[in-house]
């Protein structure tokens, strides 16, 4: 196995695929948002393609709005499995592959949160990872006590300590706390048990977690981290960022922020990972590509192409199709609607050639091509700072992941660019993370054996 | 398969076992309480027992004092796996056993409660349980942003709104909702769709649930409800009782005034199944069984009992051990520490042979004998209006319970009290319970055909 640097892969496998009309392809199992054996198929493949993760994306409610009527019906971004349990399940019919849960910061406790990373931790042996995101959508706030979302400002402030506090909570035990000796009955060193006593604006958490260091030490954190917080949180505590952008240069100028930031929570830049998203749709010929990539276009029905850009720019059923793209009076995430304007200024779109022209990736990269063409768009960016890996965004599942493990993975594995085989059994070994160190292992024990040469002296 | 009524069988599967010498127990795996293969030892040793459920007790903290100090470090009741990530994992090496995990109503949001407990049941294929309970300590308290918990009316008025809010919020969608039509771009029938909209005093959550309808219409719901709104929150939504007494005519009394309170809520007697734990001990000779526990009894360091009744009566480490159990000045659980003082005075027992008296059960009814002794005692109350089946504490894992499914299910079999293959896929199904009705499905295609057929006159 190379010692160089190489590219990380994962896999975005929500539901039947990214594309909007992913579950009326011909290959599509129907039903498979709510069928375990689809993602049981989903995840075996990626770790067939020795990918570093599966990632499940989540929201704690519906987030399609249903505008204009009868977008929500048209799509089936409706039902999902929750994502703990989903891969606490699949970590029983995978061995290597890591598994990444998306959790809100916004309407959860991070008592729980820590918990449930921590038992999948032990369950899948050291594979998890914690996706941590703010919920941005009114839609989920109206499932929580609330009519609208908080603001972006107490949305991360929440966020950061939130962060804080799992972490402390995943450093209440030490790894060798645990003696568990029959004989004298000590089942584990109080000196190794750390109370976390966290008091802060958002929450106050005494500890310690009911659950033990976890395999990995901690599961990894991934995120997103768009926006000017999002990077700083991500630079002060992500293990993997999932980064969306289209261009190189606009690929490149993230990598260096975030990057860049690092240097101030004395990190260093090879211990974050920045894999943006890309939808790869690969063909023996381009002609094969591109007419795959049309089966699925050509199912895109207007009011579901309108629902998926009123989810970011409000409702423009009033305004013609073929018409220009007008300025949005009701942006709803402000992140993503800027990419979409930016796609439809520079391509001179009409409102329906731009949810066409999203309505595969969302706003992320697109390539169709041979395997050779999609393995250089990787390596390009990956060799010129953009990139240090990839989420996969498969069209429609499992047949488009199938594609990329079966024609992609070979064509990096030839360039050298990729593991022919996995590194480690964890997630952190996979990814080349290092293990992080217990921050207040050997405090007691340093306090003790202070009180006692004192008492020497 | 017999159509008479049968003895209903769970095991509490709690840690290494329901001792609390349990983890030094010479078979007991000492690190088990964090070993997935452990755990799925114990379930398909249950599974092998036909047992209709595997039941995860649960705290959101630990829930020992370390009183006297200790105590704490001499028990095994610190760590343990979450249980809807351990549950959702078991699902996938287990093919009909029901899987009841914990949750509690007092720190937790409806919404995710629902949801994973949805999961579950989709993973599992209709093997879902959730055992409702309210936090009381004060330690769990304090891992979520308060110095004490809730009073016991606020904790109750909570969990009574919760649980109403999750069964609408799994009532979000119609069975047949999802026609997932490829042909016409139709994913689900709106009309199938149903809107919670809850305001409540508690909740405000207005849905839909992102989980399609369940397996089984609805997870199985089960309480312990000791106390008088615990009863009646039992008699409104319970399925399943996991219910302590020590005595026939405590149970008999419970078991009456339970299902007596149900018709006030329109349901038959038979709707709930009310099962009292029991720690079973079999042998081949009484002598062998009696051999077996006191191994276990011999384990019990003083400061671990006088732990473990700390949890209830507070610290009694001033008072001498061999000395009369003194009125506490510090009850920290009150149903519970009432069944330990019943058991104190009627036995005029010492604080060590209070200590000793319920290191297994913890209060439970403590049955020590061969396999005909422990059948006739469960006969006893199966047929005198005390019990329709039992929850199994086995004092250590897996061998406490091993021994039960070798020794103790053959003798109920013989007997014909007891299933001799499953009868259903799901844990609704071997319960015996009823398939719960959609209470909003039909009503608004009612509405629709009334407003047409108006519109026609």
Known sequence: MASHRQIRLGVSMIGLGYHLAAWRHPDAPAGGNMELQHFVRVTQAAERGLFDMAFLADG??????????????????????????????????????????????????????ARKFASLDHISDGRAGWNVVTSVTDMEARNFNRDKAPGYDARYDRAAEFVEVVR????????????????????????????????????????????????QGAPVIVQAGASEQGRELAAATADVVYAAAQRLEDAQAYYASVKGRMARYGRAPEALKIMPGIMAVPGRTRQEAEDKYAVLQELVQPVVGLGALSNYLG?????????????????????RAQIFLDIARRGGLSIRQLYLAVAGGNGHRLVIGTPVDIADAMEEWFLNGAADGFNILPPWLPGGLEDVVEMVVPELQRRGLYRTGYESRTLRGNLGIAWPEHRRAGVKRAAIAQALGSAAQ
Not at 69 to 89: D, I, M
Not at 94 to 99: A, C, F, V
Not at 188 to 213: S, W
């Open 315 to 335: 409702d423009l059923s009033g305004f013609p199709l073929e018409g220009p793209v007008p300025e949005p009076t009701n942006r709803r995430m402000h992140s």
């Open 168 to 215: 402390g909570l995943w450093e209440s035990w030490e790894d060798d706390a645990f003696v568990r000796d029959k004989a004298s009955g000590l089942n584990y060193d109080p000196g190794k048990l750390h109370v976390l006593d966290h008091h802060g604006p958002h929450f106050q958490v005494r500890g310690p977690l009911n659950v033990a260091r976890t395999p």
């Open 60 to 113: 704690v409610g519906i987030r399609f709005h249903d505008e204009p009527p009868g977008a929500l019906c048209h799509t089936s971004k409706n039902v999902q499995f929750e994502p703990l349990t989903l891969l606490s399940a699949l970590a029983m019919v995978t061995e290597r592959i890591g598994l990444v849960a998306t959790a809100s910061t916004t309407y959860n406790e991070p008592y729980h949160v």
